[in-house]
């Protein structure tokens, strides 16, 4: 592996180095050489001149290819808790070639139950027991864990609820006082619907809302994940469930904000009982509002998010902190964003304010393939905090995979303020007017 480091100062946070990984990330020690250029061959005998020219070309293409991917700027400061992150390469866990997604929720039954994408789920392939969108159960712990798939893929429990090549995909799911809930990627349109659904038996059928995001008020918002707390989201900060979402475009930019979203939690299937954050009031406290139209974003990146605001935020309640997970996409350019553009950030309320964990140029030598999402399970996160594990998929890597993680506590700099005790539970509030 070969690192760049590059410091910053951001504007009222202190100064941090962020490291922008190169592409050997999983070759073990020692790592391989330089990628070189291939032999010139030439139709005739070279001048002297052309001989010179061909060296320097030859010497810029080596240089290009040994750098690592130009790094972005992180858009918030440093953490206060959270130093960094160790990754576990060893314990990189790969299933279910061809499928995709993987969000995951921690299930009152003891399960996490997770959902994939254009593909068989575990024990299948992209063809073997293909389906649209496929519902499974892991047990166990990681590295020892048991995927089952229940609705859809190779030898389900249940027949598929979406058994057709394109008709829905999932980011976001949640258990809540032990039903399920989804939200679905309808795949009808350019810009698609998105649904609501629901399952009160554990996966085996699924029901669908009358009303759906986009509407009318605003025809770009696009709900896409969950905030999950603990088991069956057991100890969530009140009494309501919230989901992060943004607009439905590909090409991202530094107007993509993600947005959240809440609702009591027994009445999570109304549209008229959703409220969406609007800002903060005289005292600093979240304001709230019926109006989706007036709503207003806890998160901005500058170098943009995912497609819809796909981030993936929990609670890790040990350390009292909020991890969002995202991508962002290489400075410059409209691309979608990528799986080694990973940003990793916490905050001690769901919106906010956040600071930066860590903000990769290429995270795993994953490079510029789309991200499809990041997802950490409440259930993997140690009793300490600090260790979790996460999956990730994108097209280039289409598959379940699952690594370890562990955090390190932040060095306190000097002339700013002390660093937050870890292992201590925040007295929550009612959740804001």
């Given amino acids: 592996m070969y690192t760049a480091v590059r410091s910053y100062t951001h504007s009222g946070g202190p100064t941090r180095m962020f490291l922008g990984e190169g592409p050997d990330l999983f070759a073990p020690p020692p790592y391989p050489p330089k990628p070189t250029i291939g032999r010139v061959k030439w139709a005739r005998a070279p001048s002297e001149r052309n001989m010179w020219l061909a060296q320097i070309v030859l010497a810029v293409g080596v240089a290009l290819c040994s750098l690592p ?31 995709d997604l993987w969000p995951v929720t921690w299930a009152s039954d003891g399960s996490v139950y997770t959902a994939w994408g254009d593909g068989g789920g575990f024990g299948g392939t992209n063809t ?26 190779a030898n389900p429990k249940y027949p598929a609820t979406w058994g057709c090549s394109t008709c829905g995909k999932t980011s976001g799911i949640i258990s809540v006082g032990g039903v399920l809930y989804a939200w679905i990627n ?44 603990g088991r069956g989201n057991a100890n969530a900060r009140d009494g309501y469930v919230y989901s992060y979402g943004g ?81 962002h996409r290489p ?38 393939s789309g991200a499809l999402g990041y997802n950490i399970s409440t259930k993997w996160i140690s009793t300490d905090g600090n260790t979790f594990w996460m999956t990730y998929s994108a097209p280039s890597t289409d598959q379940f ?33």
Avoid: C
Wanted: aromatic letters at 12%.
């Fill in 247 to 327: 607009k439905w475009i590909w090409t991202q930019g530094g107007t993509d904000n993600v947005y959240l979203m809440r609702v009591p939690k027994n009445s999570i299937t109304i549209r008229s009982a959703y409220e969406f954050f609007s800002g903060f009031d005289g005292s600093g406290n979240p304001t709230w509002t019926m109006d989706i139209s007036r709503r207003q974003p806890v998160f901005t990146d500058p170098n943009g998010v995912n497609n819809k605001g796909l981030v993936n935020v929990v609670f890790d309640a040990p350390l009292g902190r909020y991890l969002l997970i995202s991508s």
């Fill in 128 to 153: 073997n027991g293909r389906v649209s969108l496929g519902i499974a159960t892991i047990d166990g712990t990681p590295p020892n864990i048991v995927a089952v798939n229940i609705n859809g893929g």
């Fill in 331 to 368: 400075p410059g350019s409209s691309i979608k964003t990528g799986l080694g553009r990973l940003g990793v950030f916490d905050a001690p309320e769901p919106w906010g304010p956040w600071t930066t964990v860590a903000y990769y140029a290429n995270w795993l030598g994953l490079g510029d």
């Fill in 69 to 99: 991917l130009l790094a972005a700027e992180p858009p918030y400061p440093a953490s206060p808790v959270i130093g960094g992150i160790s990754w576990d390469r060893s314990s990189h866990i790969q299933k279910a070639p061809g499928s």
């Fill in 401 to 433: 995979n699952l690594i370890k993680g562990t955090f390190t506590p932040a060095t306190p700099i000097a002339g700013s303020p002390p660093t937050p005790p870890t292992g201590l539970k925040l007295n929550v509030r009612s959740g804001g007017n």
């Fill in 186 to 229: 309808m795949q009808n349109g350019s810009t698609p619907d998105s649904k609501l659904a629901w399952s009160p038996d554990r996966g085996k059928t699924w029901h669908f809302s009358s009303w759906k995001f986009p509407d009318s008020a605003d025809p770009r918002f696009f709900p896409a994940t969950f905030l999950n707390f």
